[in-house]
C-alpha cells in the first residue's frame, strides 16, 4: 500500500470533486436530476455523490466484488445497485432522466458492444433525458495524441 496508502474518505473525496467537475459540463447540455442511471458504478466512487443530487440512482456494474464494496460503504436508499452481464440495462423503457459513466466504454471488447448499449441507453431515457459518456480517447484518427473531453445530448433515433 505504499506509505501514504488512500483510505475511503480520500476515494470518496476524489469521487465528489469529479463529479462537480463533469455536473458543471453537463449542465450546459440540459440535466434533470430525477433518476439516473450509472454504468460501471464499480466501487461507488462517484455513486455516492450522484445520491447527493439525484432523487433515484441505479449503480450498475459487472463485478460482484466492487458492488459488495459499493454497497457497504453507499448506503444512501435511494441508490439501487444491479449485478449486470454487461450491455442490456435491467431498466424498464422510458424510465430515467439521464445515463452516466465514466471511464468504462474503453474496456469495451467490440464497437457492437458500444452501439447495443447506446441503443439501451435511448431505450431506457424519458424523451428529453440525457446522457453524459465520459472516457479517455488518447488516439483520434486526426490529431493523434490529443485528448477529448465532451457531453453529448442523445436525441432519440
Do not use: C
Not at 464494496?69 to 435511494?78: F, G, I, L
Not at 471511464?103 to 471488447?109: G, P, S
Not at 458500444?114 to 453524459?132: C, D, N, T, V
Request: aromatic share 14%.
Amino acid at each position: 500500500l505504499g506509505t501514504n496508502p488512500w483510505t475511503d474518505d480520500d476515494f470518496y473525496a476524489l469521487g465528489e470533486s469529479d463529479w462537480r467537475d463533469f455536473e458543471a459540463q453537463w449542465a450546459r447540455y440540459g440535466l434533470h436530476y430525477g433518476s439516473i442511471a450509472e454504468i460501471g458504478a464499480g466501487a461507488g466512487r462517484i455513486t455516492r455523490a450522484l445520491a447527493r443530487r439525484f432523487a433515484e440512482v441505479h449503480a450498475l456494474d459487472v463485478s460482484e466484488d466492487m458492488l459488495a464494496y459499493a454497497k457497504q460503504r453507499v448506503t444512501e436508499p435511494n441508490v439501487h445497485f444491479y449485478l449486470t452481464e454487461g450491455r442490456d440495462l435491467p431498466l424498464a423503457p422510458g424510465s430515467l432522466d439521464a445515463v452516466f459513466s465514466t471511464h468504462v466504454f474503453q474496456h469495451l471488447d467490440s464497437v457492437e458492444d458500444g452501439f447495443r448499449y447506446f441503443e439501451e441507453i435511448a431505450r431506457i431515457l424519458k424523451p428529453g433525458g440525457s446522457l453524459m459518456i465520459h472516457l479517455p480517447i488518447f488516439s483520434w484518427p486526426w490529431g493523434a495524441g490529443k485528448t477529448t473531453k465532451k457531453a453529448f445530448r442523445l436525441e432519440k433515433w
